[in-house]
């Protein structure tokens, strides 16, 4: 019985790991400042994208004006065609996250993918016509999912970041960034760490902010 708890009592036991913790939100200035663009062009799918992200999520206006902060957008020829993208953060209380979106705004004349579109080529897409490629992922076109929920679990992002650690079971861990989850669409707080009993063995820490449920991988610090 001894040894039985014994063995218990150790592999309950912290695992040490280290890193080293940056700003709180020194990952945002990973992004660049950018600027709106200004075109009617732009004036008018940026006025499409608004309209067909809160009609994806069931965002009010409300919900928007409070929670969603432009950052940058513009309208670029590619292989394709001509494509609009956006980027914005979306900010809960203290929890911020910085995303991007796209889709294609006018498809060259000869390009051939994807018949099965009811989509003309060589004019300007109106939102309908829009809606259907971003549903299908089509000329990747992609708007993301967001959470209409403000509600954060913790009320800051050392309490986040305290709940991993335990359920981590680790000394440490240090915070990498806020990133929206593209399956439920909720704020997700990355942290990480490296053991140090292995020289490229990690940890890899999420916890949604809304729910609290965590996902906690071992990962290699490097790959070969």
Not at 12 to 32: F, I, N, R
Not at 133 to 148: D, Y
Request: charged content about 20%; aromatic content about 10%; proline content about 2%.
């Amino acid at each position: 019985m001894f040894l039985s708890l014994a063995s218990c009592d150790i592999s309950k036991q912290l695992e040490t790991v280290s890193c080293t913790q940056a700003g709180e939100y020194d990952y945002l200035k990973l992004y660049s400042p950018g600027t709106i663009c200004n075109s009617d062009t732009c004036a008018v799918y940026q006025s499409i994208w608004k309209e067909l992200i809160m009609e994806k999520n069931n965002l009010s206006e409300k919900f928007f004006s409070e929670h969603i902060e432009l950052c940058l957008s513009g309208i670029d020829s590619w292989d394709e065609g001509v494509s609009f993208n956006i980027c914005y953060k979306v900010k809960l209380d203290w929890a911020i996250a910085y995303n991007c979106d796209q889709f294609i705004v006018k498809i060259k004349d000869k390009n051939l993918y994807y018949p099965t579109l009811n989509v003309p080529r060589g004019v300007y897409l109106t939102k309908d016509q829009i809606r259907s490629i971003v549903n299908n992922h089509a000329f990747s076109s992609s708007i993301t999912k967001l959470s209409n929920s403000a509600d954060l679990k913790f009320n800051s992002m050392d309490q986040a970041l305290a709940v991993l650690i335990l359920k981590a079971n680790v000394n440490t861990l240090c915070s990498g960034m806020i990133t929206v989850n593209y399956t439920t669409g909720n704020l997700m707080l990355e942290a990480g760490a490296q053991y140090d009993s292995e020289a490229n063995k990690c940890i890899d820490g999420k916890i949604d902010l809304i729910t609290g449920e965590t996902d906690i991988d071992d990962v290699p610090c490097m790959l070969n």
